[in-house]
């Protein structure tokens, strides 16, 4: 069951036009994506998701929600942290999934995330309104 | 169309290069599907020259041609840069014309590039595989330039594209909010 209390030490994260925001007043655990991923949001980033994935394992989630719709633009350097994130949920043996909501008006986002799926298809699932691939 | 700038190595700016080709792309093509793979292209090959150059100067060209039932589209940049970095980018790129399947090669690539350190070492990958692009490269003395062109169909819903820039009102919002 997810603890609430370990989610709130997670703080929102702005960075030049990009932001993450977590959102912690909901029974699934999730976090927003907005702006632009680019080069200045890569340490951001990394260190966001090392610390989300500590919180998540330490509350047991078997879920958390990412919210990409106001995601515009995500450089490989950030394709590459997210990749890491995923890899490493894979390789500790997590039992999270990863929920990646995206937003069928930019299709960037289906070609940029599908290979998130294929590296770990039982983690990684790409959610376009209410479908699931 | 011709865009070309020459500028000081900087992030800043190529991110600002790269969302104009994008709105450019928008506006004249219609097609925010072209615009978001254009734009990729020219924020990865921006961002590699700014990162490797050793000269104080580099430039990123973008450039649309009207070919009656296709657009060419091509973005163009160049660096001076080390020999031990064009060595390394030599490889790469040969490595990324030659793959029969780019997804694959972007795959392999994308999971060798987990839990690294600094750099990726996937934007060329990942501009073969997601930009449905042709790549071009030549080295001279201490100059790279790489080139990516792709044709792109005329929309038969905008059959006429206007020579200048002027906003329509079908033109879509932008994706490129900072």
Redesign the interface.
């Known amino acids: 069951m997810l603890n609430d209390m370990r989610m709130l030490t997670l703080s929102a994260i702005r960075a030049d036009g990009f932001a993450l925001e977590p959102f912690v007043d909901s029974a699934t655990p999730a976090v927003k994506f907005s702006g632009n991923a680019d080069s200045h949001a890569v340490v951001p980033l990394e260190l966001f998701l090392r610390q989300l994935h500590e919180n998540l394992v330490d509350s047991r989630c078997t879920q958390v929600q990412v919210d990409l719709l106001e995601l515009y633009f995500m450089n490989s350097s950030c394709v590459k942290e997210l990749a890491s994130w995923i890899h490493m949920v894979k390789i500790t043996g997590a039992a999270y999934k990863v929920y990646l909501h995206i937003n069928p008006r930019q299709p960037w986002q289906w070609r940029s995330l599908e290979p998130l799926r294929r590296l770990a298809p039982a983690i990684a699932v790409l959610r376009v309104d209410g479908q699931e691939s | 169309m011709l865009i070309r700038a020459s500028f000081r190595p900087d ?1 800043d700016l190529v ?1 600002l290069l790269s ?1 104009l080709v994008g709105d450019v792309c928008r506006l004249k093509l219609h097609d ?2 072209i615009a ?2 254009f ?2 292209a020219a ?2 090959l921006g ?1 590699n020259i700014a990162k490797y150059s050793t000269g104080s100067e580099v430039s990123l060209e973008f450039e649309l041609v009207d070919k009656g039932e296709l657009y060419s589209l091509s973005v163009r940049t160049k660096n001076r840069t080390s020999p031990d970095r064009l060595a390394e980018v030599g490889q790469r790129l040969r490595e990324v014309i030659a793959a029969p399947d780019p ?1 694959a090669l ?2 392999r690539l ?2 060798k ?4 350190e600094g ?2 070492g ?2 060329l990958a ?1 501009i073969r ?2 930009g449905g692009v042709t790549f071009v490269y030549s080295i001279e003395g201490d100059e790279l330039t790489v080139t990516v062109t792709a044709p792109v169909h005329r929309l038969s819903r905008h059959s006429t594209v206007p020579d200048q820039l002027e906003v329509s009102a079908e033109r879509p919002e932008p ?4």
Do not use: F, I, N
Not at chain 2, 113 to 116: I, K, P
Not at chain 2, 175 to 178: A, D, G, P, V
């Open positions: 992030d991110t969302q925010s599907d978001d793979r734009r990729m924020h990865e961002e997804h972007y795959d994308l999971e590039s987990v839990g690294l750099v990726s996937l934007g990942r595989a997601e994706c490129t909010k900072r």
